[in-house]
């Protein structure tokens, strides 16, 4: 399959330019419509030089890309004076996304993202026929099986539809959001940037209105304000479905603008369910992928976090279902207690300096107050939550304070286990344990407090991951590519010597 850009990409490069500075254009050729400032004139050349310059580069783009995808990877070749070819070999791909905003859905067309494990290596689309996003989705999520028969290949199984929220859970989730009230700092710029008590005297003019006129007008702002609340929300969450076959993971989302991702089951690096304080008294729960691949985000959350109001028991219902090797289960490992008396012997920094700032202004004394017991709060906090249990070929890593997360990820899926222990730490006779995790970008969780006599366990249930993995030659792991470069230094060496 062979892929270049439809010539009608161009009209749609010059809409989405204007679509993207429109402010910018409007504050210059509006608002300064027939300016005599000689500074204003050589701006607003500037603005339309700089617009047709990134017109030229899209049209170029447009004109001289192609992309083709063969059975060992995908070919790229782009430019037209200096021409550059790029091939990534097709087992580097994880997963895929497809976007369409209001723009793209008006010309048929979506953009399309192929992830591998590092950013500068990801294919990106933008102006691509839905016939041709799934080809190259198949393309991907195959990575490389052939079709066994025609028949096979005619009997695909079919998604099975996991999750699908009911108009009523997206208008819960709007108000439980409060995403409304986002309006509040809108309001704010607005006013400063407007400044109408430079023309208008706001209290005067608020005096001699009625007092029902006064009701009415903040009774219609509040309606407004949840108006937005609720049609943000309902344009990110409407349509919005999780589904799998026997191989991938599906998530779509959106109204207006659309955004999906495709996932292969075996490319889940690992699995968080995240709970604050407020989705506990709810009994909700966010559930997350991980992945090598960099997940995109959209306007308000990344796809890869499901539904935000998603009952606890209904998201472990859905990982039971999809990935049962990621269930979450209780702890056995928790912070030792004699890390109970390092709550209080770290120094607050933080609290201190704000406190110290209120030696000119007195109101930092009280905010540093409130520090000082936040500080407190969530130290105990943190040290109630961490927690861990190794299984035979899985780890699970609780942590946080306000915020719990449970990291539940394969040990094959680990990159590093690193130990740590400050001079309080050792002091008291305690650890911390920092576990780092294959994913783009590394993530890295630390367990704080951890009793010293558990690692040696950790550390031979570590070392027992060699049996879990397999080299790949495609892999992402910088410490294989360190470890080539230095046998092929060696190799050089001995050769020299000969």
């Not at 691509?128 to 066994?148: F, H």
């Not at 997350?288 to 009952?311: A, C, R, V, W």
Request: hydrophobic share 45%.
């Amino acid at each position: 399959m062979t892929f270049r850009y439809s010539k009608l990409k161009v009209f749609y490069d010059l809409l989405d330019l204007v679509k993207s500075n429109l402010f910018i254009l409007f504050i210059l050729f509006i608002l300064n419509a027939g300016s005599d400032s000689t500074f204003m004139n050589i701006v607003q050349w500037g603005a339309i030089a700089m617009l047709g310059l990134s017109l030229l580069l899209r049209i170029q783009e447009t004109l001289f890309t192609k992309v083709e995808f063969e059975e060992d990877g995908i070919y790229i070749h782009t430019g037209l004076f200096s021409k550059s070819e790029q091939f990534l070999p097709r087992e580097k791909f994880e997963n895929v996304q497809t976007k369409t905003n209001v723009l793209q859905r008006l010309f048929g067309v979506q953009a399309i993202t192929m992830e591998t494990g590092e950013a500068t290596s990801d294919v990106a689309l933008k102006f691509v026929s839905k016939a041709d996003c799934i080809k190259m989705e198949d393309y991907v999520l195959r990575s490389g099986k052939r079709e066994q028969d025609a028949e096979a290949a005619i009997n695909k199984p079919e998604r099975q539809i996991l999750f699908t929220p009911t108009i009523r859970n997206i208008l819960k989730a709007a108000l439980l959001s409060f995403s409304f009230l986002a309006i509040i700092p809108i309001s704010f710029n607005v006013w400063s940037d407007v400044r109408p008590v430079k023309h208008v005297d706001v209290d005067e003019v608020a005096l001699q209105l009625p007092g029902w006129l006064l009701i009415l007008l903040v009774s219609l702002a509040v309606l407004v304000a949840i108006g937005i609340g609720v049609f943000k929300t309902f344009n990110s969450y409407y349509q919005y479905t999780i589904s799998m076959d026997n191989e991938r993971i599906y998530v779509q989302k959106g109204w207006l603008s659309k955004q999906s991702l495709s996932i292969r089951k075996e490319k889940v690096q690992a699995v968080i369910y995240k709970q604050s304080g407020y989705q506990k008294m709810l009994g909700v729960t966010t559930i997350k992928l991980i992945s090598t691949g960099e997940i995109l985000s959209s306007e308000d959350q990344k796809i890869n976090e499901f539904f935000p109001y998603l009952p606890t028991e209904k998201a472990h219902e859905l990982i039971a279902v999809m990935l049962p090797e990621y269930q979450q289960c209780s702890m056995t490992h928790h912070a030792s207690p004699k890390a109970k008396m390092l709550i209080w012997l770290r120094p607050p920094i933080f609290a201190a300096i704000v406190a110290v700032i209120g030696f000119w202004q007195s109101i930092f004394f009280i905010f540093g107050a409130i520090v000082f017991i936040l500080t407190y709060i969530n130290r105990i906090l943190e040290y109630r939550n961490t927690a861990f249990k190794l299984e035979d070929t899985h780890v699970q890593l609780r942590s946080g304070a306000f915020t719990v997360e449970t990291l539940v990820t394969k040990r094959a899926k680990l990159l590093e286990l690193k130990f740590e222990s400050s001079l309080l730490q050792r002091m008291r006779g305690v650890l911390s344990v920092n576990v780092t995790n294959r994913a783009q970008p590394i993530r890295v969780t630390t367990l704080l407090d951890i009793e010293p006599s558990l690692q040696p366990m950790i550390t031979t249930w570590f070392e027992a991951r060699t049996k879990d993995v397999a080299i790949d030659p495609y892999s992402q792991d910088g410490s294989l590519k360190q470890d080539a470069i230095m046998l092929l230094l060696r190799a050089l060496k001995l050769k020299a010597d000969k």
